[in-house]
């Protein structure tokens, strides 16, 4: 069995074991979507900048396991909680301790950028957040903010509000650093079309208004 997939079972278990995870079936399905989706997106920034492909693939599919052990209190801190839960687990596996520490810095600072533990800000780490950037901001990514604010259920003022704030998140998100320019600019093509959903729905939304809207 690969490293990869040793960390693919590890996963599973550990969303398996998640007792909100139990109660919520459909959020562990998302969730584990999102890695994988992750993964696929680490795996080709790795390969095109010539960095650790199997170790970037690995933290990509970890990046977010300390989600099984936060509070509503403290999910800023999932990065770090991630980390502290998966170096036993990669300790065992055939990876060295370099490579471990530099997958673990990668997966604490991918959520606010901070560690609880010395390490290296290199491209590397910096594209597991990239990696889960490309998930974000691609075509799925429109669909879970639309299913998070109900967007049906607003009002068109509303409505309005969210669309015009999205398109500003959108903006800052672009002038962003990245990791690689690999990682740049695949975020980037999937925030110019997220732009220009948002942009055209906006129109429509306004449209529906009235015949003078």
Known sequence: MTNIEKTELFLKEQLDGCEFY????????????????TAHAAGEIASREGLDQEGLIIGALLHDVGYCRCTPHN??????????????????????????????????????GKADFPGE????????????????????GIYDTMSRIDFLRL???????CIVDRLGFIQRAL???????????????????????????????????????
């Open 22 to 37: 139990q109660w919520h079936p459909d959020k562990k399905a998302r969730e584990l979507e999102h890695a994988y989706r």
């Open 75 to 112: 999910l800023e801190e999932h990065g770090r909680i991630s980390a502290r839960i998966v170096r036993p687990f990669l300790e065992r596996l055939d990876l060295g301790a370099e490579r471990v520490r530099e997958i673990c810095y990668g997966i604490a600072i991918h959520e606010d």
């Open 121 to 140: 800000d290199t491209p590397f780490a910096r594209s597991i957040r990239d990696a889960e950037d490309v998930d974000r901001y691609g075509a799925y």
């Open 155 to 161: 009002d068109s003022g509303t409505r309005k509000e």
């Open 175 to 213: 002038e962003k650093k990245r990791g690689t320019e690999t990682g740049r600019r695949m975020i980037t093509e999937c925030l110019l079309f997220q732009q220009q959903y948002y942009v055209r729905l906006l129109k429509q939304t306004m449209c529906g208004e009235g015949i003078g809207s």
